[in-house]
């Protein structure tokens, strides 16, 4: 183990122990998705006290729709660890399981849940209700009213704060018009007329869920033309070639995909084409595979909903084309939006003192915020390290960056 790991396998208090638990840390994870997992795991294996909090894989779980599957490829769905251990090549050998290509999302919420096993066995799977600044680093106040101090605070809650709803249909309750996250069963619109707004893979697949469950579905998008992703796989069996145009983290097409894997050099560009860069690298597109699963689904494109009103039991959508439409249901797949003032735990205090740009968190090495021991991770580094962080592929970049970090200053104490 490296000598400047040894002082923080001590708990800073000493080691006094309170209902099982130390009233005080060195790190805390908050958050047991695959961010929360894999920095959890990385700190470890250096060595690095940690606690982590939350329930294991409960986005993937509760938020995403039964019968999706992943966008990302499988070299690109790996949560990493630093031993390269707990891939799911591993996890299909140790289980037996054969996972199909593309990855079924009950798979892979699956091999969260394993990767947590091995792990993360100790995961605490309470909610963490308040962040606060405290002399010792943080104070953090748990559900049941537990608390305790940690010297540092990784963030690791994903996007479900940042959910993004059109102002068109501001006050429609949530029978008529929801947003996808909303939903893990789609199967409950049988029979009934849905209009899915979006364009991006959610609506696209959604939709195609939608009508194989026995819904009647119309896409609205304001888009022109439909994009899509994975349409060229030819490129991805050149070789040498391939592998300069394409990163095996599968984030963005041939070429950018290279820039994006290389979140250090990515920021260095101007601010311009970075959010440029980004936008290429995850405007919304459909992935191929879906094409034949849309065939008897109505996509009606450059359009877009200007007003929305309840009538009965029914919902009345009118669009810029002057037309309407009356339907059971509006299904929202227009995304996400980082707003870390959103984080209802984080308290005032720290919110004030965060520099954020457009919402997201200004990260320095190490992930770390303008808040001294405040790191973020997954979709809020984004704006700091590129599009890479809003996805699973992200995970190696995260871990090796926070033990860089964490090991590397706490060695210079
Ligand atoms: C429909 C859809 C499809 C997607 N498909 C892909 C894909 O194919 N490939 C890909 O790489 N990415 C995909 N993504 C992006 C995906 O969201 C991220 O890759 C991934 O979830 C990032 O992991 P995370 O750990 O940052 O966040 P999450 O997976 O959201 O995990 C956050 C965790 O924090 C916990 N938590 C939240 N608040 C608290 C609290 N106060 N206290 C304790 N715990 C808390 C939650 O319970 C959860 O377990 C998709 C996203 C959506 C919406």
């Excluded at 929360?36 to 060595?47: D, F, H, I, T, W």
């Excluded at 459909?286 to 009103?309: F, H, N």
Aim: hydrophobic share 40%; net charge positive; glycine share 10%.
């Amino acid at each position: 183990m490296p000598s400047c790991f040894r002082e923080l396998i001590a708990p800073p208090n000493g080691g006094k122990v309170v209902n099982g638990k130390s009233p005080a840390c060195h790190v805390t994870v908050v958050g047991a998705g695959p961010y929360g997992l894999s920095s959890a795991a990385y700190l470890r294996a250096a060595g690095i006290e940690t606690r982590v909090f939350g329930e294991p894989m409960a986005f993937w779980q509760n938020q995403m729709p039964t019968g999706m599957c992943l966008r990302s490829n499988w070299g690109a769905s790996h949560i990493a660890d630093p031993k390269r251990e707990l891939t799911l090549d591993a996890y299909c050998h140790q289980n037996g399981n054969h996972v199909s290509k593309p990855i079924p999302l009950d798979r892979f919420v699956d091999y969260g849940r394993w990767y947590q096993n091995q792990a993360v066995q100790d995961l605490e799977r309470s909610n963490v209700l308040t962040i606060d600044l405290d002399p010792r680093g943080f104070k953090l106040v748990l559900a049941d009213g537990a608390s305790f101090t940690s010297k540092r605070v990784i963030v690791a809650t994903g996007i479900s704060s940042f959910v993004r709803r059109p102002s068109q249909f501001d006050g429609i309750p949530s029978e008529l018009a929801s947003h996808s996250s909303e939903h893990n069963d789609l199967g409950k619109f049988k029979s009934k007329r849905v209009i899915v707004i979006g364009a991006g893979q959610s609506a696209l697949e959604s939709a195609a869920l939608l009508k194989e469950a026995g819904g009647e579905v119309e896409v609205i998008a304001r888009d022109h033309a439909l994009k899509w992703v994975g349409l060229h796989m030819r490129l991805h069996h050149l070789g040498i070639i391939s592998r300069m145009l394409y990163s095996k983290r599968d984030v963005g097409p041939a070429g950018i995909s290279r820039l994006v894997a290389l979140p250090h050099l990515f920021r260095k560009f101007p601010r311009r084409l970075q959010d440029r860069t980004a936008y290429r690298a995850i405007r919304p597109a459909g992935s191929g595979w879906l094409q034949p699963r849309l065939k008897e689904v109505t996509i009606t494109l450059g359009r877009m909903v200007v007003s929305a009103t309840t009538v009965g039991s029914y919902l009345l959508l009118k669009l810029n084309d002057g037309t309407e439409r009356l339907v059971d249901h509006a299904l929202l797949a227009t995304g996400f939006r980082v707003d870390v003032s959103k984080y209802q735990f984080l308290s005032q205090a720290l919110v004030k003192q965060l520099k954020v740009a457009n919402g997201y968190p200004v990260l320095n090495r190490g992930l770390e915020s303008s808040i001294p021991g405040l790191h973020f991770i997954g979709k809020p580094a984004a704006w700091s390290f590129g599009p890479l962080l809003g996805f699973v592929s992200g995970t190696e970049f995260a871990g090796n960056e926070l033990v860089h970090s964490i090991g590397r200053r706490s060695g210079n104490h």
